[in-house]
């Protein structure tokens, strides 16, 4: 498996709504990332997961809680979130933490909308 | 602070025609230089990338040259055909131990029929 899959696709919330996105892959790789990307921008990294610990937060506003519970899976707890906060949600994966020339694989992203 | 440069934000070829798109960077210490590409709707997908011990890769159409010296890399597509329109975006890992890439803010390829 050499792929990075995440659900939903597709994720309309309320700014008081609970929800969660999730990440899998299944190609052994430890290190794991959140990225923002709004439209005809570049994806912006948020949070980095180094062997299933928190190594970078990128400043990003509690709202947003990720989650880490085993090599595979990579969430993203959204809570009480703002309209400006709607964008593609991409999760990534490498090799090994730490070393800058592995390659990073993303999912297909989660497309959310907040009303 | 450490960025990466990407131009021309747009470009418009014919079929059949070669394009270049060039980034710059700032950190002297990436060694490792990604390319990018966005189809509309779609995840980013590698295309090639660069290592700093090698000045020019290819892969079929697609090539990257990187001049250490003057710290930017570049992409040329030969012979584009319409399938090559999407967002291309190039990245650097910045001088860190923590893999964080910082991307170009991408370029918009059409090629025309």
């Known amino acids: 498996d050499t792929e990075v899959t995440q659900t939903p696709k597709h994720l309309v919330m309320g700014m008081t709504n609970k929800k969660s996105l999730k990440c899998e892959q299944h190609?052994?790789?430890?290190?794991m990332y959140w990225y923002k990307q709004k439209a005809k921008k570049p994806p912006e990294l948020m949070f980095v997961?180094?062997?299933?610990?928190?190594?970078i937060n990128e400043s990003v506003p509690s709202r947003f809680s990720p989650e880490c519970p085993n090599s595979s899976l990579l969430n993203l707890h959204l809570h009480a979130l703002q309209p400006e906060d709607s964008a593609l949600y991409l999760c990534?994966?490498?090799?090994?933490?730490?070393?800058?020339?592995?390659?990073?694989?993303f999912g297909p992203g989660t497309r959310l909308t907040v009303l | 602070g450490e960025n990466v440069e990407q131009h021309p934000s747009t470009l418009s070829v014919q079929e059949g025609d070669s394009a270049v798109i060039k980034c710059t960077y700032s950190?002297?210490?990436?060694?490792?230089f990604p390319w990018y590409k966005q189809e509309l709707g779609k995840r980013p997908q590698l295309i090639i990338d660069?290592?700093?011990?090698?000045g020019e890769k290819k892969d079929q159409r697609i090539a990257v040259t990187l001049n250490k010296t003057a710290k930017h890399f570049s992409l040329h597509i030969t012979e584009t055909q319409p399938e090559d329109s999407a967002v291309y975006f190039c990245?650097?890992?910045?001088?860190?131990?923590?893999?964080?890439?910082?991307f170009g803010q991408g370029t918009t390829l059409q090629v025309k029929p």
């Open positions: 990534a994966s490498s090799h090994t933490p730490g070393r800058l020339t592995d390659t990073q694989y």
């Open positions: 190609m052994g790789h430890r290190a």
């Open positions: 997961y180094s062997y299933e610990k928190l190594s």
């Open positions: 950190d002297s210490a990436s060694n490792y």
């Open positions: 660069i290592r700093s011990n090698v």
């Open positions: 990245a650097a890992p910045i001088r860190s131990n923590t893999g964080k890439l910082i």
